[in-house]
């Protein structure tokens, strides 16, 4: 007999954007939501939580991280730790997050594969992670950023090698393949954030081979020429995207064809105001440079309608797993209301990931919850807290 469980509280927002429910009541049979209201009555066999003071939000979705690192200034420190290490590191890193209401993350380059074990241990019982969308490794020319994060990158050269290394990641088991359209900040300071480096000839290569294996594609993108020829290479998500702001008509572009932009604001500013030092000065200097960008950018898009997945980039430097939820509030620092920095980590980020099946509170979607103590929509700053109860398909984990 699948368990049935009815969960009350003070407000439901379903992640769609409509008005939140006051009082607001979930209904959930085994793993999926049978119904939502105001009020249910609750049939023989429920278990009933209530969490009077409470907001039931979806569970949140990170659309950019990389569980395989911890966050440190400077991440080459851990390049000789063995992979039994690193393989618990990750699962630490894991938790952290499904605990503070992440209950999907979309990882955009792991290290040696090593996260696909630990996608196997979380399905076997082994460990709780949130649910893993894997890219594997990111697909990029050869590159200085290769060496920054050893393990991460696949590098290929030419549109025969981009087909292959697309190829190896989802015969390892990737949903998503990650692809670098321009140079990264976290790299040696001769890679250059705002230089194209594949040729779109490549990524065109990527998407199709990737598209046509049932995938979706995701570009790193910070300057504008590489955003413009990822864009145009038919991309499903741009991740960064600093430099939009530099032409209009691509973020136009990018909202007629409905490209998601994954803004990942706390990775820049974790750079460019660091907490602590140890941070690379040729990394640091590249990061401060870009924080105009970065706003401008993210307001631009605002303005043009594009749709905003929320990401976080947690990996870099002092951008720890667990602490994703102020990605939201730096989106509501930038204009963004707060109901839409939860859309954007909810409905707009389970569709930017191609997961329709969780990111809304309805009923036949999975039982995805998280809830939080006061209320979101009037304060952002609530979703930072521990939560109060994070249901991961109709199982209590917090
Ligand atoms: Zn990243």
């Known amino acids: ?40 009555d609750a049939p023989a066999d429920a278990t009933r939580i209530d969490l009077p003071g409470a907001t039931m939000l979806p569970g949140l979705i990170d659309c950019h991280v990389h569980l395989s690192d911890a966050g440190l200034p400077d991440a080459t420190v851990q390049d000789q730790d063995p992979p039994s290490l690193r393989t618990l590191r990750m699962a630490d890193h894991a938790r952290r997050t499904l605990e503070a209401g992440f209950t999907t993350v979309r990882d955009v380059g792991g290290r040696d594969h090593l996260e696909f074990g630990l ?22 020319m050869t ?36 692809v670098m359209a321009t140079g990264a900040v976290l790299a040696a300071g001769h890679e250059r954030p705002g230089v194209a480096q594949f040729t779109t000839a490549e990524l065109r290569a990527a998407v199709e081979t990737a598209h046509g ?13 590489g955003i413009r020829r990822a864009v145009e290479a038919g991309v499903d998500t741009i991740e960064h995207g600093t430099h939009l702001h530099e032409d209009p008509g691509v973020a136009r572009e ?12 706390k990775a820049l500013t974790g750079m460019a105001t660091p907490e602590g030092p140890g941070i690379p000065e040729e990394i640091a200097a590249k990061a401060r440079e870009r924080k105009g960008d970065r706003d401008a950018t993210f307001r631009l898009a605002l303005s043009e309608g594009v749709s905003i997945a929320m990401g976080t980039d947690a990996a870099t430097p002092f951008n720890r797993h667990g602490e994703n939820a102020q990605e939201l509030g730096m989106m509501v620092q930038l204009g963004m209301a707060a109901r839409d920095a939860i ?20 009923p036949g979607k999975l039982a995805d919850i998280a809830a939080w103590d006061g209320d979101p929509l009037a304060d952002i700053e609530v979703v930072r807290r521990r939560p109060l109860a994070v249901f991961l398909a109709g199982d209590r984990v917090v």
């Open 143 to 178: 590159t200085p950023g290769a060496a920054s994060w050893r393990g991460m990158y696949r590098q290929a050269d030419g549109v025969w090698d981009v087909v292959k290394a697309v190829r190896e990641q989802v015969a390892a088991g990737a949903d998503v393949i990650k």
């Open 343 to 362: 859309v954007a980590a909810t409905s707009t980020a389970a569709r930017a990931i191609a997961r329709e099946d969780i990111g809304v509170l309805a």
């Open 1 to 40: 007999m699948p368990r049935v469980l009815l969960l009350t509280a003070a407000s439901l927002f379903d992640g769609t954007g409509s008005p939140p429910l006051r009082p607001g009541a979930v209904l959930v049979d085994g793993d999926r939501i049978k119904a939502i209201g105001k009020r249910i």
């Open 254 to 265: 990018m909202a007629a064809r409905g490209v998601f932009l994954v803004p990942t604001l």
């Open 213 to 225: 294996l049932g995938r979706r594609v995701a570009a790193h993108a910070h300057g504008i020429e």
């Open 119 to 140: 996608r196997r241990a979380a399905a076997l019982g082994l460990v709780r992670t949130p649910r893993l969308v894997l890219a594997g490794k990111i697909v990029s």
